[in-house]
């Protein structure tokens, strides 16, 4: 039955919605009718690109994999949830059987199938079929915007709680203060962080940071003409050790450095201020090839972590630490769409703005029949 309206990517900024069959499903999964789908950078660099890296989309390909909603129908195993229960979706599918997945690391599952990664279509549809495990309920005090959130919160959770192992007390820096860099302040606050430095080169985005989750922001200096990259984060490094008090070691040292950025120069400069025997962390995609000083690896003995989606337990923990009002993801929602515009929402996420001069920071998109202001 092609009764599933659905936002497809058929190459390179072009886009459009078609009817597709309704998935069937197998015992152990359920069909969740999709209410609430987060605009993703992986999803616009697909859209402009056709790539990332060694994905690429070779046919049309349903984008969307920020996603809540309802389930509409479970399979003859499933026993977690039932239909009507309200579901934030792990929009992936790992073999269960190799090495990684029996680690406890299903993320790198050679098998891994996620949404809105070539060949996997997403979830920007009315129907989206998943693993019943991989079907979160939510409290009701989280709504269905809410549990759209959870994916983007999962991805900031599994850098700074899993990957990280940041403790209560220690100091944080975030290069980035897009969704992603601004979630994983708010997880390292709510997990008692004694100081989280926010570092972004637009004003504004440190500027709301501050009033969300940073206790310190940083703005670098402009690059000079025909400085490289290498010397410019070496005077930026320097700049931000000298306006903050950043340390090399002690009180006043930075434990954990998360780059959400993807920026050369940021994590050039990240690197620099990580204290001795501290951890870096990964999780912006930008350059591919970076270059960094490896005398600095060596010499501080840094723990270097690439993080990849999220794993085992980061779901929950997003779900727990929203639920209890540690981690607020409402203020980060900054524009909703209904489903009929979805290719406006792609188009203001691009630019980075809408047509009133409102910067984005998280653009939702309803599914198809749902209302905008429906939460």
């Known amino acids: 039955m092609c009764d599933n309206p659905s936002f497809v ?3 390179i900024l072009d886009v459009e919605i078609q009817q597709k069959p309704v998935p069937e499903i197998d015992a152990n999964e359920v069909l969740v009718e999709v209410k609430k789908t987060g605009i993703c950078g ?5 859209l402009l690109h056709g790539r990332i890296g060694n994905f690429i989309v070779e046919k049309p390909m349903v984008l969307g994999h920020e996603s809540a909603g309802v389930v509409s129908k479970v399979g003859s195993s499933v026993t977690n949830v039932k239909v009507g229960d309200r579901v934030a979706m792990e929009p992936a599918a790992a073999c269960r059987k190799c090495e990684a997945c029996k680690e406890g690391r ?3 599952c050679p098998d891994l199938i996620c949404a809105a990664t070539p060949p996997t279509d997403g979830t920007l549809a009315r129907y989206y079929r998943l693993p019943s ?4 309920l939510l409290p009701p005090n989280l709504s269905l915007e809410d549990g759209a959130m959870m994916e983007p919160l999962s991805v900031a959770v599994h850098a700074v709680s899993k990957l990280g192992a940041m403790r209560s007390n220690q100091s944080v820096a975030v290069f980035g203060c897009g969704p992603v860099g601004l979630l994983c302040m ?9 100081r989280v430095i926010a570092v972004d080169i637009i004003p504004g985005r440190l500027e709301f940071a501050k009033a969300y989750a940073a206790t310190d922001i ?3 200096p402009p690059m000079d003409k025909d400085e490289s990259g290498v010397a410019f984060s070496v005077r930026n490094a320097q700049a931000m050790k000298e306006k903050l008090g950043i340390a090399e070691h002690g009180p006043r040292a930075i434990d954990l450095v998360l780059d959400a950025s993807g920026a050369e120069v940021s994590i050039q400069t990240g690197i620099r201020i990580t204290k001795s025997g501290g951890t870096f962390i990964q999780v912006g995609l930008g350059n591919l090839d970076v270059t960094i000083d490896m005398l600095v690896v060596i010499c501080k003995e840094l723990v270097l972590i690439g993080s990849f989606r999220y794993g085992p ?3 929950p923990l997003a779900i727990a630490l929203a639920a209890s009002g540690k981690v607020d993801v409402k203020p980060l929602v900054s524009h909703r769409f209904p489903f009929t515009q979805a290719g406006e929402a792609f188009e203001i996420t ?3 703005k809408s047509p009133d001069g409102k910067g984005v920071i998280k653009v939702m998109i309803s599914g198809p029949d749902v209302d905008i202001n429906e939460f």
């Open 9 to 11: 990517l058929k190459g």
């Open 42 to 46: 992986s999803d616009v660099h697909f």
């Open 106 to 108: 299903y993320q790198l």
């Open 133 to 136: 495990d991989f079907a979160y």
């Open 186 to 194: 708010a997880v390292a606050k709510a997990l008692g962080a004694s």
């Open 218 to 220: 940083f703005l670098p």
């Open 313 to 315: 337990g980061d779901y």
């Open 350 to 352: 691009r630019t980075g």
